[in-house]
């Protein structure tokens, strides 16, 4: 049977199925007669990966809807059922549209099924979502969110009872009980009322937060400089309409900020994120508003978080006085040079010290940590393998973590989460700020610094989106030529060594990931993204200078990327 006709098919069974909830039917019958609309709606389901499903909200089996997040949700119950007698999971949301809706139906559908549910009374960050799994000794933990994607996403993602996201293992358990589920009358739901008189709906508050946001001021290095220095260091920070507004205000104030404000426009939660493109503080644009008003100010340092507050941007001024916007590899260079000089400062720095990068993030922080005699290790790309190390740590006393991060943006220091966190990164972004301040030094120097002694570390990303049963293909495609017919030049330089993660290299699991060595040092990465249509490419170089490495980086992106592109032109 061809995908069109399947998804025909389907689509006439949700049509007239009457536990179709009657919104979603009504979004149903306005695209009667649009094949290809149907097509992309109902050719596949929505593929729960290693983290959880990610989609478009809409109707359909290849949207997120309460029926996608009920389905998910109850091969989750089963297996939870499987490991414990009374298993529990904790819920979380942010601001993105459904998120109440569809936190609250995984919630009702666990409690159907004898699993205790704990549900947040208001959006939450993910992180905090990481913690209170760990807090509560619950089995799992789900957060709907879509992270930074467009305002028409919206996703669910599953922890494991070490606070962790899912790894592949039990993902592939979870996903095997989502799929015996033929209908939707095999998903089981019981109402509000009756899973609170039970026990089996328990909402989360105050108590948790204030628990949270001490775990977090707990792991501050210099609270003392930080409150002598307050009044003269300018924080600026937005949210982005997400969830990280009042958690990293509190743990500011907590650890002796005075001086903070937030762009007003952006502070209130709003799925639309209505003043910016994309909410995601990896983009300049997201920090338009905040950079102008940051401007007026005269701030120190602007932060922003994405809507569920698990990724940190931090924009600084350069030489001539200008906000720049570091990238995740900077700021993260930054955070392991503060973090471990600062531990070094007080001899709390352990012998055993690790800290934990993906293969795609710079080598600027493994060189840094190496100069303080700290281990260095690299994961696939996804902070599930960072918390995985982490959890791994805890059981075999081998190493103690200080430090783990990706170059999109994520983050985590402390060993109260398993997950990357915009609250504590924006915590030690601002202190390491203030601490350089205190000693005449801008956030900036401090990284010109770090160039100069460890090398010219520069970073680059692309991407291409390609939605649709199509897009896949695409990528699909993009991937074998160029693990079939790569080049034996890129950028002018011989490529020496090629590493495909496909074939599980160095214990990491199995992923669909090629990354290309040169001979000068330099690398790029191709990479399908695993929660939107893209595929990324990364590159890396390192230059004698400035200047150098800038044209490195320009040399190496233009020559794969004509290449890609001129691919993609002759499918």
């Keep these: 049977m061809s995908l069109e006709k399947r998804a025909h098919e389907v689509y006439e069974l949700w049509l007239n199925d009457p536990l179709v909830d009657p919104s979603l039917k009504e979004e149903l019958q306005a695209i009667s007669g649009q094949d290809k609309e149907i097509t992309d709606r109902f050719y596949t389901d929505l593929k729960f990966g290693t983290g959880g499903l990610r989609g ?49 139906e995984a919630a009702l559908v666990l409690a159907a099924n004898g699993v205790k549910a704990y549900l947040f009374k208001s959006l939450r960050p993910t992180p905090e979502l990481s913690f209170a799994v760990r807090h509560l000794n619950a ?43 033929s209908s939707l009358a095999e998903i089981k739901k019981i ?77 209130q939660p709003d799925g639309s994120f209505p003043t910016v493109k994309s909410p995601n503080p990896e983009e300049r644009s997201a920090f338009a508003i905040a950079i102008e008003q940051g401007q007026a100010w005269d701030a120190d340092l602007i932060m922003g978080t994405d809507p569920d507050a698990d990724r940190m941007g931090a924009v600084v001024k350069n030489a001539q006085g200008e906000y720049v916007v570091l990238t995740g590899n900077q700021a993260g260079a930054i955070m392991v040079h503060y973090m471990l000089d600062s531990m070094k400062e007080k001899g709390t720095l352990p012998a055993n010290g690790a800290v934990i990068k993906t293969i795609v993030t710079s080598e600027l922080g493994a060189s840094i940590a190496e100069s303080f005699g700290m281990t260095v290790m690299n994961t696939l790309t996804g902070f599930k393998y960072i918390g995985e190390k982490m959890t791994q740590f805890d059981q075999t006393h081998e190493h103690t973590f200080i430090f783990g991060y990706e170059e999109s943006y994520g983050y985590l220091a402390g060993n109260y989460a398993r ?17 350089y301040k205190s000693k005449g030094l801008t956030l900036n120097e401090v990284l ?11 970073e680059g990303l692309e991407t291409r989106t390609l939605k649709g049963m199509e897009g896949v293909e695409t990528i699909q495609s993009i991937m074998n030529e160029w693990r ?49 249509p893209k595929i990324k490419m990364y590159f890396a170089v390192k230059g004698n200078s400035l200047n150098h490495a800038k044209e490195r980086l320009a040399s190496l992106t233009n020559d794969v990327m004509s290449r890609i592109d001129a691919y993609m032109e002759e499918r």
């Design 56 to 104: 478009v909200i809409g109707a359909g089996t290849n949207r997120m809807n309460i029926h996608t997040v009920g389905k998910a949700t109850q091969g989750l119950a089963q297996f939870l059922k499987s490991t414990d007698a009374a298993p529990s999971a904790a819920i979380a949301y942010d601001s993105r549209h459904f998120s109440p809706e569809f936190a609250l």
């Design 139 to 181: 089995n799992a933990g789900i957060v709907v969110t879509a992270s930074h994607n467009p305002p028409e996403y919206n996703g669910y993602k599953v922890y494991g009872a070490d606070g962790g996201q899912i790894t592949p293992e039990t993902a592939n358990r979870v996903i095997k009980g989502i799929q015996v589920i």
């Design 191 to 267: 109402s509000q009322q009756e899973a609170e008189e039970k026990g089996l709906l328990v909402w989360l508050g105050e108590e948790l937060d204030d628990a949270y946001i001490s775990a977090v001021a707990a792991v501050s290095q210099h609270p003392e400089v930080i409150q002598a220095t307050s009044d003269n260091f300018r924080v600026l920070y937005t949210p982005l309409h997400g969830s990280g507004n009042i958690p990293v205000q509190k743990v500011l104030e907590r650890v002796g900020f005075k001086e903070v404000r937030v762009v007003p426009e952006q502070e």
């Design 419 to 435: 997950d990357k966190d915009a609250v504590i990164a924006a915590m030690l972004i601002a202190e390491a700020g203030a601490y």
């Design 448 to 458: 010109e610094q770090l160039y100069t002694q460890h090398g010219y570390y520069l």
């Design 484 to 532: 079939d017919n790569a080049p034996d030049t890129a950028g002018g330089t011989a490529i020496v060594k090629t590493e495909d993660f496909a074939q599980g290299l160095y214990d990491l699991p199995k992923e669909n990931v090629l990354k290309f060595h040169l001979e000068d040092g330099s690398w790029f990465c191709l990479r399908p993204s695993g929660t939107e």
